[in-house]
């Protein structure tokens, strides 16, 4: 789907056809990404928001457009803004730090075993910073968020709850919307890690009703260095400067020795110093494409390609993490070898062209809970076919032949 658009995957790799089966780290960027990119830093760069020139003028413009349709592309309702980051990392720093006044000692903050560690590090920083009690919501045995789980935790004690949208190791599908309806009820916030969520799968912020939801542009075929931050407008309204600097004051009061910054309301106290944007103009391209795909189409391409996936698991010693089912989830599968170290199979995967990642994938968590210390993960893209999957499938296989017998 698209391959054609994805250059990279034209290119040799180690002397073989590239498989890239790496998007859930990062996605390809298509032809257009780039070259928008690379026409506005080469041809009409300019700063935004403060300048007058017609240069300036036109490229805030163009930066507001792009918000816009990226916000768009992921609400159906005017009740949020989006805050422009440099990263998800970034923004769920961001809204862990909107608790920082307003938690207090014995309060409960609520994440998960299936959390990558960008959505749960920063929230036991909050709790060690203000006297909060971390607890962690268990996974079942396919590493599943659900509602009975969460059910049996719930308290008025906790304040804020922090869960993943999709698992980075499992590609389980979180049912937020019926979760963001219990946690309300019982007086808490809701924030949601959708990085591996935006692209694959309908997303609706708006819909979902949570306080606030985080991702980023590189794993939605978009430039790096950009993120991004949803909040409910009274979100928006109650929080604190995350950042100071340039473009975050109307003015600062020097009447008495008490020197005083009178900052901006809105989205404008939260977006310190010049913004990513020559990426963000780029980004609104790779939302283009998925909106001309449409992203029910992609559902179903993946899904395709998640069934096939999924016969890993016929290959002797071979442990899928999680399902092994097609259905409430993604096209991310990790898996490892009863007697083969996930690095050793990656090596042989890169030495014959297949892209995957090894480790513990910046998810410690759910590894402990499966009880492995690493795996090997292919994650998959729209431009990935079944002829890169059964491919992947047979170097695993290869790989086994060679690396059990040494």
Same mark, same amino acid.
């Given at each position: 789907?698209?391959?054609?658009?994805?250059?990279?995957?034209?290119?040799? +790799?180690?002397?073989?056809?590239?498989?890239?089966?790496?998007?859930?780290?990062?996605?390809?960027?298509?032809?257009?990404?780039?070259?928008?990119?690379?026409?506005?830093?080469?041809?009409? +760069?300019?700063?935004?928001?403060? $300048?007058?020139?017609?240069?300036?003028?036109?490229?805030?413009?163009? +930066?507001?457009?792009?918000?816009?349709?990226?916000?768009?592309?992921?609400?159906?309702?005017?009740?949020?803004?989006?805050?422009?980051?440099?990263?998800?990392?970034?923004?769920?720093?961001?809204?862990?730090?909107? +608790?920082?006044?307003?938690?207090?000692?014995?309060?409960?903050?609520?994440?998960?075993?299936?959390?990558?560690?960008?959505?749960?590090?920063?929230?036991?920083?909050?709790?060690?910073?203000?006297?909060?009690?971390?607890?962690?919501?268990?996974?079942?045995?396919?590493?599943?968020?659900?509602?009975?789980?969460?059910?049996?935790?719930?308290?008025?004690?906790?304040?804020?709850?922090?869960?993943?949208?999709?698992?980075?190791?499992?590609?389980?599908?979180?049912?937020?919307?019926?979760?963001?309806?219990?946690?309300?009820?019982?007086?808490?916030?809701?924030?949601?890690?959708?990085?591996?969520?935006?692209?694959? &799968?309908?997303?609706?912020?708006?819909?979902?009703?949570?306080?606030?939801?985080?991702?980023?542009?590189?794993?939605?075929? $978009?430039?790096?260095?950009?993120?991004?931050?949803?909040?409910?407008?009274?979100?928006?309204?109650?929080?604190?400067?995350?950042?100071?600097?340039?473009?975050?004051?109307?003015?600062?009061?020097?009447?008495?020795?008490?020197?005083?910054?009178?900052?901006?309301?809105?989205?404008?106290?939260?977006?310190?110093?010049?913004?990513?944007?020559?990426?963000?103009?780029?980004?609104?391209?790779?939302?283009? &494409?998925?909106?001309?795909?449409?992203?029910?189409?992609?559902?179903?391409?993946?899904?395709?390609?998640?069934?096939?996936?999924?016969?890993?698991?016929?290959?002797?010693?071979?442990?899928?993490?999680?399902?092994?089912?097609?259905?409430?989830?993604?096209?991310?599968?990790?898996?490892?070898?009863?007697?083969?170290?996930?690095?050793?199979? $990656?090596?042989?995967?890169?030495?014959?062209?297949?892209?995957?990642?090894? $480790?513990?994938?910046?998810?410690?968590?759910?590894?402990?809970?499966?009880?492995?210390?690493?795996?090997?993960?292919?994650?998959?893209?729209?431009?990935?076919?079944?002829?890169?999957?059964?491919?992947?499938?047979?170097?695993?296989?290869?790989?086994?032949?060679?690396?059990?017998?040494?």
């Amino acid at each position: 789907m698209l391959s054609s658009q994805f250059l990279e995957l034209k290119v040799k +790799y180690n002397n073989q056809k590239l498989i890239y089966l790496d998007t859930a780290a990062s996605a390809l960027k298509p032809q257009a990404v780039i070259e928008t990119e690379k026409d506005f830093l080469s041809s009409r +760069y300019s700063n935004i928001s403060r $300048g007058i020139s017609n240069l300036s003028v036109s490229v805030t413009k163009e +930066y507001a457009q792009a918000r816009q349709k990226v916000l768009q592309f992921v609400t159906s309702k005017s009740n949020g803004k989006l805050v422009i980051t440099n990263s998800a990392t970034t923004a769920l720093n961001m809204a862990a730090s909107f +608790y920082e006044d307003k938690l207090q000692l014995g309060d409960e903050i609520l994440v998960s075993y299936a959390e990558h560690h960008s959505n749960f590090l920063p929230w036991i920083k909050l709790a060690k910073k203000t006297g909060a009690v971390l607890k962690v919501l268990e996974v079942d045995n396919f590493g599943q968020l659900t509602i009975d789980n969460l059910v049996k935790v719930l308290n008025p004690k906790i304040k804020v709850v922090a869960l993943t949208y999709v698992s980075n190791v499992t590609g389980a599908i979180t049912p937020v919307r019926q979760m963001a309806e219990l946690i309300h009820k019982a007086g808490a916030d809701f924030i949601v890690d959708a990085a591996q969520a935006v692209g694959h &799968m309908p997303v609706d912020f708006s819909e979902i009703d949570c306080e606030m939801a985080a991702w980023s542009a590189h794993k939605v075929y $978009g430039p790096t260095a950009l993120g991004f931050l949803y909040c409910k407008d009274r979100i928006i309204d109650e929080f604190s400067n995350f950042l100071v600097g340039g473009g975050t004051v109307d003015d600062i009061n020097f009447a008495d020795s008490d020197i005083k910054p009178i900052y901006k309301k809105g989205l404008e106290k939260l977006e310190a110093g010049t913004p990513p944007i020559s990426q963000m103009i780029a980004f609104a391209k790779s939302i283009e &494409m998925l909106q001309t795909v449409n992203i029910k189409n992609i559902v179903n391409h993946e899904k395709q390609l998640t069934e096939e996936l999924i016969n890993l698991q016929s290959l002797p010693g071979i442990e899928i993490l999680g399902s092994i089912s097609s259905d409430n989830r993604l096209g991310i599968i990790s898996f490892t070898h009863q007697n083969i170290h996930p690095h050793d199979l $990656g090596q042989f995967l890169d030495d014959a062209g297949v892209v995957c990642r090894v $480790g513990h994938n910046c998810a410690v968590p759910i590894h402990r809970r499966f009880g492995k210390v690493a795996s090997v993960r292919f994650s998959l893209g729209l431009y990935n076919n079944l002829n890169d999957v059964k491919q992947a499938i047979a170097v695993t296989k290869e790989a086994i032949n060679f690396l059990d017998k040494v």
